[in-house]
């Protein structure tokens, strides 16, 4: 399963809120699940199973489906939330990444 | 607290051979699914390998499946990769991760720093 993930870059500014998207090459339910990554760290879970916040993770981020469209929203961008994100399929093996959207400063 | 940590990374000539090790605690390994993943220098997330919890269930990358080899030791609450026939682009940090509930896969949520393996000659 192909993983297509956009934008591949933004830049965006404290406040803003952004969108990025992930499209599966095929049904994967809601098999979906979204990383934060910073420089030298490993990944964070933020989002599961499309729309379920991992323990611990603000309120402003959240996930949504439409078919196999999937949407990762962040409200009222912190500076604390630019990094690069993935998204994951794990509906089935060999499990698959997006190719990563790094969220920059304006 | 979990903690995942690796080792076992270096560098290795290509065609060589590597066994990766991931010692796990703060949580009941025995339970879990658990993953190695890896990223190549400035590049992104690549899903390479992952055990259930009672080793029925394997699964490999296509770029790796027939070179690498998963298991897991639960008496030592440990996770190995073995990597045979090695290549250039096999150059990553490697991390071992756990799945995030015992029910099914719902990501990963505990990740180790990551083991360094280097191909090159």
């Known amino acids: 399963i192909q993983m297509t993930q956009s934008p591949s870059s933004l830049s965006a500014s404290m406040g803003d809120r952004i969108t990025i998207s992930c499209r599966a090459s095929?049904?994967?339910?809601?098999?979906l699940n979204w990383y934060q990554q910073k420089p030298g760290k490993a990944p964070k879970l933020l989002v599961f199973?499309?729309?379920s916040l991992q323990s611990g993770v603000p309120s402003r981020f959240s996930g949504s489906r439409s078919g196999t469209d999937f949407t990762l929203t962040i409200n009222s961008l912190q500076s604390e939330d630019f990094a690069t994100y993935f998204c994951?399929?794990?509906?089935?093996?060999?499990?698959?990444f997006g190719q990563g959207t790094k969220v920059e400063i304006k | 607290e979990v903690q995942l940590v690796e080792s076992g990374g270096g560098l290795v000539q290509p065609g060589r051979s590597l066994r990766l090790s991931c010692a796990a605690s703060?949580?009941?390994?025995?339970?879990?699914?658990v993953h190695w993943v890896r990223q190549a220098p400035g590049k992104g997330l690549e899903w390479v390998s992952g055990?259930?919890?009672?080793?029925?269930?394997?699964g490999y990358a296509d770029s790796v499946k027939g070179r690498f080899t998963i298991s897991r030791d639960n008496a030592k609450n440990s996770l190995y990769l073995q990597m045979n026939s090695l290549r250039t682009e096999d150059t990553a940090l490697y991390f071992c991760?756990?799945?995030?509930?015992?029910?099914?896969?719902?990501?990963?949520?505990?990740w180790g720093q990551g083991t360094l393996v280097t191909v090159s000659s």
């Open positions: 199973a499309t729309s």
């Open positions: 095929q049904g994967i339910a809601n098999y």
């Open positions: 991760t756990k799945e995030n509930f015992v029910s099914g896969p719902t990501g990963l949520d505990s």
């Open positions: 703060g949580f009941t390994f025995h339970d879990y699914a």
């Open positions: 994951q399929q794990s509906y089935i093996t060999p499990w698959t």
């Open positions: 055990i259930s919890w009672n080793s029925r269930n394997i």
